[in-house]
């Protein structure tokens, strides 16, 4: 597969003529990168969605998930790291745009491309404030290094009175 040419597409040509039928779609597909607040999203490898579509008659109804990896950049280290996701998805597409226009997104032809759902689901799905690891230890707010790879020698001297009072009451506990 070439650039431009990865996109997701299900193939509901029978599904789609046989109302009340239904069929499960479980695929590696790519995904294209996309825009949070102006920041661009990759994704680290391939999406694997697991979904199931349901011909109503009038709908063609889509309910699964959606799981993979995302490359985000740490709230604390700036570093970038994968971050795995797993998101619902739930989407109702018709062929005749007419009749739902405001209900179900339209489509035509045999193929259903739900990635633009997938890419909103993921979106809602984000955390605030991302983290490479719970116990990330940032960036040194006096030098800057990341402190996950090396110790600077600024540890202590701008610690608050207050918080070496509380340092202390630790180290009496342990
Ligand atoms: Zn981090
Ligand atoms: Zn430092």
């Known amino acids: 597969m070439r650039d431009g040419e990865e996109m997701l597409q299900l193939n509901v040509a029978r599904l789609k003529r046989i109302p009340g039928d239904s069929a499960r779609y479980k695929q590696d597909v790519q995904m294209p990168s996309f825009k949070v607040q102006g920041e661009s999203v990759n994704f680290s490898g391939p999406v694997v969605i697991d979904v199931v ?69 993921i979106i809602m799905h984000l955390p605030m404030k991302a983290l490479c690891r719970e116990e990330c230890r940032g960036l040194c707010p006096v030098c800057g290094i990341n402190l996950n790879e090396r110790q600077c020698r600024c540890a202590g001297k701008d610690i608050a009175p207050r918080l070496n009072v509380l340092k202390k009451y630790f180290e009496q506990k342990e």
């Open 53 to 121: 579509i349901d011909n109503t008659g009038k709908h063609l109804v889509v309910e699964g998930k959606a799981s993979g990896k995302l490359k985000l950049a740490c709230s604390r280290c700036l570093d970038f790291f994968e971050y795995s996701f797993e998101v619902p998805v739930k989407e109702v597409y018709t062929a005749a745009p007419e009749e739902d226009a405001d209900e179900a997104v339209s489509f035509t032809g045999d193929f259903l491309d739900i990635s633009p759902e997938i890419t909103k689901s």
